[in-house]
T-cell receptor, first 114, second 116 residues
Framework: DAGVTQSPTHLIKTRGQQVTLRCSPISGHKSVSWYQQVLGQGPQFIFQYYEKEERGRGNFPDRFSARQFPNYSSELNVNALLLGDSALYLC?????????????FGEGSWLTVV | AQSVTQLGSHVSVSEGALVLLRCNYSSSVPPYLFWYVQYPNQGLQLLLKYTSAATLVKGINGFEAEFKKSETSFHLTKPSAHMSDAAEYFCAVSDLGANTGNQFYFGTGTSLTVIP
């Protein structure tokens, strides 16, 4: 079975631009979470979606937004990119979105802002 | 609020030696704890998890961790290091609060180097 898949794997954007990252969860998983991992640090929680509704939001500015589709895939959008947004963006899925379930990560999308 | 602290950002061991990576947690409720491994330029892979069933948890690749409530610790060990164990290791705790979804809180990571 396929794991969590993310696209694109690498991308370079200019300051002020907008970016959309995509994620497909493990088959049967209904919850998707997004994490930002800056070089040398642990992942930081951005959003969680379950059954197309936002279940949690981390301490990130409103430039960050996300949504989940009926097929449980998800997009993360970041507007007005800053140099500090350069990071590995990780998508994770779990079966029911509660804290009792393990989250499984994709390979991530490397975003470089220049 | 939940949090984890990983002691030692870099650990070096000789091949065949004991691996010990330290993690202490802070949680207002009995925690669910996890160890993930990240190889260069890859995502995070689950090593093992503690969900209150047993204090000694065995994971993949010969790793295990022991939950010690009295010490609020969940240290990761492996009896004999292999070159392929060189990677970044992250301890994490999940948020079990009502209506808070499944936000995970990660430590800052420990980079393991294995010396031949």
């Amino acid at each position: 079975d396929a794991g969590v898949t993310q696209s694109p794997t690498h991308l370079i954007k200019t300051r002020g631009q907008q970016v959309t990252l995509r994620c497909s969860p493990i088959s049967g998983h209904k919850s998707v979470s997004w994490y930002q991992q800056v070089l040398g640090q642990g992942p930081q929680f951005i959003f969680q979606y379950y059954e197309k509704e936002e279940r949690g939001r981390g301490n990130f500015p409103d430039r960050f937004s996300a949504r989940q589709f009926p097929n449980y895939s998800s997009e993360l959008n970041v507007n007005a990119l800053l140099l500090g947004d350069s990071a590995l963006y990780l998508c994770a899925s779990s079966s029911d979105g509660t804290g009792f379930r393990t989250i499984y990560f994709g390979e991530g999308s490397w975003l470089t802002v220049v | 609020a939940q949090s984890v602290t990983q002691l030692g950002s870099h650990v070096s061991v000789s091949e065949g030696a004991l691996v010990l990576l330290r993690c202490n947690y802070s949680s207002s409720v009995p925690p669910y704890l996890f160890w993930y491994v990240q190889y260069p330029n890859q995502g995070l892979q689950l090593l093992l998890k503690y969900t209150s069933a047993a204090t000694l948890v065995k994971g993949i690749n010969g790793f295990e961790a022991e939950f010690k409530k009295s010490e609020t610790s969940f240290h990761l060990t492996k009896p004999s290091a292999h070159m392929s164990d060189a990677a970044e290791y992250f301890c994490a705790v999940s948020d079990l609060g009502a209506n808070t979804g499944n936000q995970f809180y990660f430590g800052t990571g420990t980079s393991l180097t294995v010396i031949p």
